[in-house]
């Protein structure tokens, strides 16, 4: 199997702020070569230099002379010849005159070519910024091509470069200010389908501008589903009123995945692996983005670059979140569970408020998701001004009912206020085996499911007896493997949390012991988010100990979580998300485990879908939900087999 990084749709590139003279052509040309080797060296295929890095952007009044432009036009002629042994595409910044006006311009080289030449559109003439002194806009541009060497090079703002044998990897640019206009360039760009926006730049450093800056970078990636490559020119620019700080950044579909240091006088390179098939995915799921593209007019040029020696090595250039649903910065993680705890609560006030109802009946386990559940309600209830005595928390021990659940239960649904009731299911469902004839010794899935059968039949009736209705407390996660009953926990009124996938419930609800119920519940609900995953329907050991953990039988969550973000999120074939997943858990799992759990999960996700297509209404929190009204509409007979093969044959990269 491929072990290239390439071949599963990424791709390696460098944004280089490099050392920098004002005006010393040959030391920067030196410079700039130095990097664009050793970024290619690493892997990177392409390489982003600074706005006007073979002069420096802070040449002033020197850019009329005629001994700095030919300067830099020589260079441009230096680095095209030496581009024939580099396996990397680079973009490099320099004056060019042409037509009795001077163009600030980028320069696309590869493979012993200049490909095009981009000329800068918005030329900033306030503040600090004199540009429209020196140079003229790519709108008072009156050819398409330009004379170098007797070779005429296309020259516009209507160029998209496209890289033979890469069908996902169309280039184009635009120059510093052009991303401050109220209309970049870049949107049309990537509406005439370039996917990657590269950007060479001299923005100086004030207070507060590098986040507006990485706003900035981050939006437009967002809004044009690109990748976006912005490479800014460092300290060695002139100081005389200004600093430059060599801030390099790049982002993919609104997501900064990297960013280099700053106010750093040696070169400053950054290397990143950006994926390519990211960008194709969202936009064709985008009916907006596919409706505007029409009759855009660009030329596409083909550009040929050698082949790299040897594939760029691993690990990727860029973090795999082993929790894609759950951020890693703590700030973010609480901001996350708070908007999705609130959305939970909404959705259910709102149901309330349109039912009229004024009770709910769940039950309650002590386990995650019935806890998230119960909190929701009571929120809901709270933010309706409702008495939380409305709320009928239900506890039904069965055969498999540990003190530890039972006892966090029973205490969470009395500290918070509830309406608490205990009802044994033990006789019912021994009268149940007896009345179909089922050995009470054969532990198998009638066992089970008449456990969960009948607490839904006890919700369900206790929901009609008390006029009000039954809160669902199944996850996304138990949606994607199937994992509950039909006609069981499978339904209910409303599905409090459908939206919220398992590694992300344990959050939320150690968030709400620290956050909103510190004073009455915080160590009852610590102690639930440590509590192992079981449906508790097997009996329990001799000394009390549970038979039955969930992520033996059916596979780690992280795991699970990991695979339904990258399937349903982008769509990615199982090969690619084995790759990724080998990258996120290199140090937790091997390959040969990270394979069987993903059997385990298409088998499932495929062969469970008929619950899917009749689940309760529910909340969508985030960007991944499986609501069959929604975002995931499925046939209940379509089959695994083709994703199962790609599965058996993948072999990890050695």
């Given amino acids: ?150 070779e005429w090079i296309p020259i516009g703002t209507d160029l998209i470069f496209h890289i033979d044998g890469k069908p996902d990897y169309t280039l184009a640019i635009e120059i510093c200010e052009d991303l401050w206009a109220v209309e970049p360039p870049s949107g049309k760009h990537a509406l005439a389908g370039a ?36 490479a800014s020119a460092g300290p060695g620019e002139s100081t005389t009123d200004v600093v430059y700080s060599g801030h390099c950044i790049a982002a993919e579909n609104g997501h900064i995945l990297a960013e280099s240091e ?37 030329r596409l040029i083909s550009v040929s670059i050698p082949e790299a020696p040897e594939p760029p090595p691993l690990p990727l250039q860029r973090r795999v979140p082993s929790l894609p649903f759950v ?16 959305i939970q609560a909404t959705g259910l ?59 966090n239960a029973t205490k969470l649904a009395e500290v918070l206020g509830t309406e608490l009731r205990t009802i044994s299911i033990e006789a019912a469902s021994r009268q149940h085996f007896a009345d179909i004839g089922h050995d009470e010794a054969v532990h198998d899935v009638v066992y089970e499911n008449t456990q969960a059968r009948e607490r839904t039949q006890i919700l369900m009736n206790l929901a009609n007896k008390e006029g009000g209705f039954v809160l669902g407390t199944g996850d996304l996660s ?21 939206g919220v996938p398992k590694t992300l419930v344990r959050y939320i609800v150690d968030w709400c012991a620290d956050e909103l119920f510190a004073d009455v519940a915080q160590a009852i609900l610590h102690d639930i988010a440590d509590t192992p995953i079981s449906p508790e329907l097997l009996p329990l050991t001799d000394d009390g100990q549970l038979q039955q953990k969930t992520e033996e039988t059916v596979g780690p969550y992280e795991l699970h979580d990991f695979f339904l973000y990258q399937i349903v999120r982008f769509g990615y074939a199982p090969r690619k998300v084995l790759f990724l997943a080998t990258q996120a858990f290199a140090e937790t799992y091997d390959a040969a485990t990270i394979k069987r759990w993903l059997a385990t999960f298409y088998r ?51």
């Fill in 1 to 150: 199997m491929p072990t290239n990084p390439e071949d599963y749709g990424f791709l390696r590139v460098a944004l280089v702020s490099p050392e920098l003279r004002v005006a010393d052509v040959p030391f920067n040309t030196q410079q700039i070569l130095a990097a664009w080797k050793n970024a290619a060296d690493s892997g990177a295929r392409l390489i982003v230099f600074p706005e006007l890095c073979l002069t420096g952007y802070s040449c002033a009044d020197l850019f009329y002379d005629r001994t700095l432009r030919a300067a830099a036009w020589d260079a441009l002629q230096d680095l095209r010849d030496a581009s024939v042994d580099f396996p990397a595409a680079a973009v490099v910044g320099l004056p060019v005159a042409t037509q009795s006006r001077l163009f600030n311009v980028a320069a696309l080289i590869a493979g012993g070519q200049i490909l095009g030449f981009v000329p800068k559109t918005h030329l900033p003439n306030y503040g600090e910024f004199y540009e429209q002194r020196w140079f003229s806009s790519a709108t008072e541009l009156m050819a398409d091509t330009l004379d170098c060497d007797d």
């Fill in 327 to 342: 951020p890693s910065d703590m700030v973010r993680r609480a901001e996350r569970c708070r908007e999705i705890f609130a």
């Fill in 604 to 654: 499932r996700f495929f062969s469970q879908q008929f619950k899917r297509s009749c689940f309760p209404d529910g909340p969508k929190v985030g960007t991944v939900s499986l609501s069959p009204r929604g975002d995931w509409r499925m046939p209940s007979d379509a089959s695994a087999t083709i994703w199962l093969r790609e599965v058996e044959a993948w072999e990890a990269p050695k």
């Fill in 195 to 230: 996917n990657v926006i590269v950007n060479p730049s001299a923005s100086n450093e004030l207070l507060g501008k590098a986040d507006y800056r990485r706003s900035l970078v981050s939006q437009q990636s967002a809004r044009s589903f690109t990748a976006y490559l912005y």
């Fill in 262 to 298: 700053r106010f750093n006088f040696e070169t400053q390179s950054l290397t990143v692996d950006i994926d390519l098939e990211h960008m194709t995915q969202d936009r064709l799921r985008n009916s907006s983005f596919a409706e505007s593209m029409a009759g855009r007019d660009y």
């Fill in 349 to 407: 006030a709102k149901r309330l408020r349109h039912t009229g109802s004024k009770r709910i009946i769940l039950g309650v386990s002590g386990g995650l998701d019935s806890t998230l559940a119960l909190l929701a309600a009571v929120h809901a209830f709270d933010k309706l001004g409702l008495d939380r005595k409305g709320i009928l928390s239900v506890t039904m021990p069965g055969f498999g009912t540990t003190g530890r659940t039972k006892n």
């Fill in 478 to 498: 138990e949606a994607a493997l199937g994992w509950c009953t039909y006609a069981g926990d499978h339904i209910s009124m409303y599905h409090v949390n459908v």
